[in-house]
């Protein structure tokens, strides 16, 4: 089997994704994780360039790793500069990282626009610092030809000459970048290829994409099919404009769909939850619809489907999903029978009967006749089969509930609930103000249940979206909220539905606590629908 | 130059997306805007699956469209069963729709384990079903074969009967489908050049393909380089699992990049805002990064990239973001310079000096910077830029509003609006019932203004939608709500932003009427964004 290393470089190109910020012990620990799952190696940054990068090579110098090499991120040497002068080379000499990748011109275009820098001047750049790097400083070298497909289709002599200098000068690696994205499949392929070939067996030859044209995971494949043995990109496609080639996607197709070999196959297990791991550390919300680990890459509406993948997954799967630690999930929906009903309520640690089942069935059609709709209110679906099980546990009994919303002569707008509520024997009457009627009912709940139960105080409303159903009807028409809350562990969606988007929102607030509080076996696995991000639910929450 | 047709699916298989749910008049908007695209194909779902696309196919009968053909989808015959009476083959032929396309298998695989149908009755059941369409019913007809890459690789030879089956009954064009998304691009490409070849001129031959390996955009390019010249795909990558291939990002890389002819250059420049508009549609947020049409596709940071970008724009960017009606820079504004601002006004009859211009930029900065967003609200922003423009009537002047929402101790809830505003001198106290909070300020309004101002009582709201913008603060974060009006002749978007629901509804709801109100020429053309379905305004509404 032929190898490819994965070079990670989420920590760098990455975090020039909009809105990504990362503290020092956060990319530590992005770098575990990394480890974890394999990657050769993982692109920490510049180690002079801000007083948190310094904290980092400072704090990975003493982590112990498994095998990844951590490579420190630097441009060639300015021009009209000795390498050995230029402080930044001296930054990445002093580093402790065992390997640099070197960044540099090989498109005439920017030579001349951009660095304004000859093309002599720019080889002897790029070849006195890999050089410098290599036999002074005794780190491994990886040149990553910036704008390199650019160049290529420009002057393909030039920017051969660009990789050859790094070669020559001592580079183990010289990357190909398209740094601008604007290339496709068949373009990569050939570019590398012919660089592959004119350069024989005396370097290697990496690929760095991004996905301008949404090929970076098509462009990085192509380019390994073309002789690259090296790949650079980052988790879950983080960075700039639309993003780097990810790392996630990439990964299971060579190793499974191509049988290269990048990672130990039991890492690749991890690949599901790494990626979530660092969607959560970058405080992103995993996307369910993201391809080998997203939530919904392996769900099937019921019947059919559901039928013929327990008769033969390939009918309906492109890979199986837990080989890169996903699961297969049965979505919750009209088509659902009695088999899937008890499937599902059995995996939530629900024992319903037969006849509960089919109770259960008729409720769920029911239900969904009136605009119920399942597929993102885990919570309330849990809760369903509980009431038809007979092991629901309610948290408290309504007696009313008052909302009230004011814009006042002088432009200000006030919302103020009232609730009265019996938890056990002890009645509850509560006010509490809101930025609106939701937040306001919410407070108040809240206010009257923590007492008996202080640790609904853990949950938190993450998302309320709300949808008209019947058009036609305009405000008059029926309501749907969709409710998402988090533990800080775990999330769950629930859903309300009624004429009165007040009425519909409660329904859906009462189900997220509720569902919160069911008493529930401490291993648990996660239930299908595929809600649950990341551990299973905690015992007596 | 060579052609390949566009095929869009996002009414059919986008509607597979998890959560995913249009009215049939949503649908109606959506072929509008792929009509105007240029999209040749619409495939607008089954006539005869539900009412909701019943009712779809009824309103589609009578709209008329610029180019684009409206195609219905169905399955070839049931098994032992004569063509002419199967019941979904006589939906499709009752239909008005000119195209019809069907689905059928050609992997022995599903049809062992999941059809339990024989290979000679499979080849029958393809052969009759379109040969009864076309020559009973006169459709043009496009086959579907269903995991044809899959079916390739077991067995080519019975994948290609499958197809000449097709053919030889008179299918137009035979599309070969990656259903589960298991292909690589160089798959594609090998298994599509195998069958141009093979099945020579006598038939057209299309792609269909998934994102389940974040390859669906790279593959169907790869089939139309191998020779395929119709793809089909959804706006955006909706769609079950991972998502089908995103026709938003295949067209410019067809067209742009590769030179293809898919569809006038003109109207490719609504591609971005096609893209936005059919996520509003569907209650999702336009991604940032998506690739041509995202906010942050042609984003550059400061300094050195955007000075070299204004010397020599190739140096940073794959492509010129203007071509796809996207635009350079993360603007805060949708509709950037004043230039643009003063077109959409004069095309809205609005007399804007630039004076005027840039207080309106700088105003709509502002609020999209507090999370409005035009693309769906032409008549907020209409109204926005009438007030720059000092030709803005106010309907009436609000004193104060007070909304109760009450659910009493017997269940019922009760939600009552009153209301305290002027229309001219006259001071109006109204009280009004109503099913939610919106709907009781709704009818309270209306009660007080169609005293004076009746042609009022003939707008109607249509839609309503809301997000929370910032989900990290839950029921406390910041809401948006949209509302769809129309007073039967046009429709129109307006929008409220708030931390409180009741006032950002009120805000959108006031929008909506004083829009309608507004006096203006009775030759005003629709405004660009596509919001106006129908006729132009007429006079004095």
Redesign the interface.
Known sequence: MTEVQLYDTTLRDGM???GMSLSAAEKVRVVHALDALGIRFIEAGFPGSNPKDIELFELLASEALDQATIVAFGMTRRRDMAAEEDPGLFALADCFAPAVCLVGKTWA??LE??TKVSREENLAMIADSVRHMRDSAGKRVIYDAEHFF?GWRDDDGYALECLRAAIDAGAENVTLCDT???S???EIADATSAVVAALGSEASVGIHTH?????????S??AV?AGADLVQGTVNGFG????NA?LI?ILP?LQI??GYECVDPESLLRLTDTAHLIDEIC?L?PD?????V?R????H?GG?HAA?VS??A??????KPEEVGNRRET?ISELAGKGSVRTIAATSGIDLDDDGAAAAVERLKELEHRGY?Y??ADASFELLLRREAGSYVPLFR????????????DGR?E?EATI?LWVGETRYIRTAE??????AL?RALRDAITEQHPEIAKV?????????L???H????V?RVLL?SSDGDESWGSIGV??????AS?EALVDSLEFAFQPRKSDRPPPPGGRRDQAPAKAGR
């Not at 390939?314 to 890979?319: L, S």
């Not at 309504?398 to 002569?409: C, D, N, W, Y």
């Open positions: 020039q994704g909009q275009l920017h626009k951009v650019d601008n994205g604007s496709l499949p068949h996905n301008d044209a949404e090929c970076g995971v098509a462009n494949i192509a099919r700039e404009r639309t993003g990810n996607s197709a769909k191509l405080n919300m369910p619809d993201q391809p080998y997203g919904n890459a392996f769900a509406k059919l013929a008769a033969d390939r009918t309906f799967e492109h890979m979505l709709h597929e993102a309504l007696e009313s509930f008052r909302v009230v919303t004011e814009k006042r002569a707008v919302t009265k809101g930025d609106g009627p939701v937040h919410d938190e409303l993450t998302n309320f979206k709300v949808r008209i019947d058009e036609n305009g405000t008059g028409a309501t998402d009624s004429a009165n988007v007040i009425e409660w």
